[in-house]
């Protein structure tokens, strides 16, 4: 019997066919959207590289220590320098460039790679590499000290100083000269709480008194005429004790002269030679002299002061250098120079913000008028890249500043806050101000800048003055002059000019200057944090670290 054929079989075979055509094609297109999706991850994971790239080649550009600082163009010029060497294809871009807060700087790297765009932020931090120095005492004159007519320097360990409510002093305040051969004197009843050192002579004149809490070195002669020395004396040629007491050791590398028969020595005497009072009679006591000349004392041994360069730190250069920068800056757009800026002759509470990059001035013509937005120019400060602000003089009266940030003053003429005197404030306990003086400086009457304050949260002074101002250049005309009832927390350093705090003035901080005078009651008030601050050898190569790392999507 003959079978009947229905298709069965072909229709499923073509079924079968067309699902599997409709699969085939189903995997082909998603395969080759794999496909795109993993291109387009290769040119992110491209993007990406990319971006490390510029972050690792700016990084090694801020390490270099380039001649012309760190600057954004600079880096932009020195990563597609790089970029070209290298060969790699793709675009790198460093935007958002900061400059830096307390040496740290902040930018984004931008790679692009066929489309893809990777976005990196980076923090890091720049700083002077190697053995590192503390150079701040109370007192440094490079050419001589004076301490006279009752002035005082002492020194505090709190975090700011109460002048209400005085802390303890702590007596750590050394007093020293640099240069060889140059003076200390303490004439007029002055009283020292803390060491001190000269490199020449120590001369308490006939008629005055000289307390010292700490010890007294000389590399030549020492003369006490009156005063009371909590400590050793050291000298490397002759003492001559009038009616000082010593509490501890003496030590001569010649001879120990006794005018009079009423000073005594605590401790120990070693002395090349001993000369007696004149008139010395049976009812004499011979303590001195039984201590100078008993059988086995030996002549002292010098106590070698360090000689060192007066401007170890090239302050000069550098505040000279960044004048001469800004007189490039601003020669096509003179009105980034601050004309006759900061003054006030009315009114009562004026005050005035100033931030790192802009802030607001008064000039001499507009009194009670300020001028907004005034803009910082980028200059490279002693190796730092900063905004700074540039002033023909600065005379500010009867205003109150608050400097909010790492803000920086050049002053290429006069800087004074004098008559009713200005209030300088810090706005956080991250801000700072940097002065850098060509002209002179006067603080006096009733001004008072940071004295309420102390070290920022970066450990960095709240006012820091550094002066080129060369009084051998200016008829010996003091660099700097605190007068009145002024006070001030400043870390100072003239190593060409003659600094003078006088009258009622009261400094805390630090001063270096090419001579120091200081006079009366006010004193100068060593804060003892200032020892502890590791300051970087600008000779040295810089180091430099990652602070933050990180990937991030642009919004915009």
Same mark, same amino acid.
Request: aromatic share 6%; charged share 15%.
């Given at each position: 019997m003959k079978k009947t054929q229905n298709g069965f079989v072909l229709v499923s075979v073509l079924l079968i066919t067309t699902i599997s055509t409709i699969y085939a094609f189903s995997e082909i297109k998603g395969n080759k959207l794999q496909e795109r999706i993993g291109g387009n991850q290769q040119k992110e994971m491209n993007a990406r590289l990319l971006a490390e790239k510029g972050m690792f080649e700016s990084y090694a550009f801020m390490g270099s220590d380039p001649v012309g600082g760190i600057t954004s163009d600079a880096l932009n010029a020195y990563v597609q320098a790089a970029m070209v060497a290298s060969g790699v294809e793709g675009e790198v871009e460093i935007k958002d460039f900061n400059l830096p807060l307390s040496n740290r700087y902040n930018f984004t790297s931008k790679g692009i790679y066929h489309g893809a765009i990777a976005y990196m932020n980076a923090e890091v931090e720049v700083t002077h590499g190697g053995v590192v120095v503390t150079p701040h005492n109370a007192i440094v004159g490079c050419e001589g000290v004076t301490v006279n007519n009752g002035g005082r320097v002492n020194s505090f360990n709190t975090p700011t100083y109460d002048f209400d409510n005085p802390p303890p002093e702590t007596n750590n305040a050394q007093v020293s000269t640099v240069t060889e051969g140059a003076d200390i004197i303490l004439d007029g009843g002055v009283t020292i709480g803390g060491d001190v050192n000269s490199t020449g002579r120590i001369d308490v004149p006939i008629g005055s008194t000289g307390n010292v809490i700490g010890n007294l070195a000389a590399n030549e002669s020492i003369h006490l005429n009156t005063g009371t020395i909590t400590g050793d004396i050291t000298t490397g040629q002759n003492l001559t004790l009038g009616d000082g007491i010593v509490t501890g050791n003496v030590s001569a590398k010649d001879n120990l002269i006794q005018p009079f028969d009423t000073a005594s020595i605590g401790e120990e005497v070693k002395a090349g030679g001993y000369t007696p009072p004149a008139w010395s009679d049976e009812a004499f006591t011979h303590s001195i002299k039984d201590k100078a000349t008993a059988p086995g004392v030996v002549a002292g041994v010098s106590p070698d002061v360090a000689i060192e360069e007066c401007d170890k730190w090239n302050i000069v250069a550098g505040v000279e250098a960044n004048a001469a920068a800004a007189a490039v800056a601003v020669a096509a757009n003179e009105e980034a120079v601050l004309t006759n800026m900061g003054v006030s002759r009315s009114g009562e509470g004026l005050s005035l913000a100033i931030g790192e990059t802009s802030g607001a001035f008064y000039r001499e013509a507009d009194n009670n008028t300020a001028t907004p937005n005034v803009h910082a120019q980028d200059l490279n400060v002693l190796g730092e890249d900063k905004k700074v602000y540039v002033f023909d003089k600065l005379d500010v009266n009867n205003i109150t500043m608050t400097i909010t940030g790492n803000v920086t003053f050049?002053?290429? @003429?006069?800087? =004074? #806050?004098?008559?009713?005197?200005?209030?300088? &404030?810090?706005? /956080?306990?991250?801000?700072?101000?940097?002065?850098?003086?060509? @002209?002179?400086?006067?603080?006096?009457?009733? #001004?008072?800048?940071?004295? @309420?304050? +102390?070290?920022?949260? *970066?450990?960095?002074?709240?006012?820091?003055?550094? =002066? =080129? *101002?060369?009084? /051998?250049?200016? @008829? +010996?005309?003091?660099?700097?002059?605190?007068?009145?009832?002024?006070?001030? *927390?400043?870390?100072?350093?003239?190593? &060409?000019?003659?600094?003078?705090?006088?009258?009622?003035?009261?400094?805390?901080?630090?001063?270096?200057?090419?001579?120091?005078?200081?006079?009366?009651?006010?004193?100068?008030?060593?804060?003892? #944090? &200032? &020892? +502890?601050?590791?300051?970087?050898?600008?000779?040295?190569?810089?180091?430099?670290? *990652?602070? =933050?790392?990180a990937y991030f999507y642009n919004k915009n």
């Open positions: 050049l002053v290429r @003429g006069e800087f =004074s #806050s004098m008559e009713n005197g200005g209030t300088f &404030l810090m706005g /956080d306990n991250k801000s700072t101000l940097t002065i850098l003086a060509e @002209g002179q400086v006067n603080i006096g009457g009733s #001004s008072d800048l940071f004295s @309420g304050n +102390g070290l920022n949260e *970066y450990n960095k002074a709240p006012l820091t003055i550094k =002066s =080129s *101002y060369d009084s /051998d250049l200016n @008829g +010996g005309a003091n660099a700097i002059n605190f007068t009145g009832a002024a006070k001030s *927390y400043a870390v100072i350093d003239a190593p &060409l000019g003659h600094v003078s705090a006088q009258n009622g003035s009261a400094l805390i901080g630090a001063i270096r200057g090419k001579t120091v005078t200081a006079t009366g009651a006010g004193g100068i008030l060593f804060d003892e #944090s &200032l &020892l +502890g601050l590791e300051e970087p050898d600008p000779d040295l190569p810089k180091s430099i670290k *990652y602070l =933050s790392v």
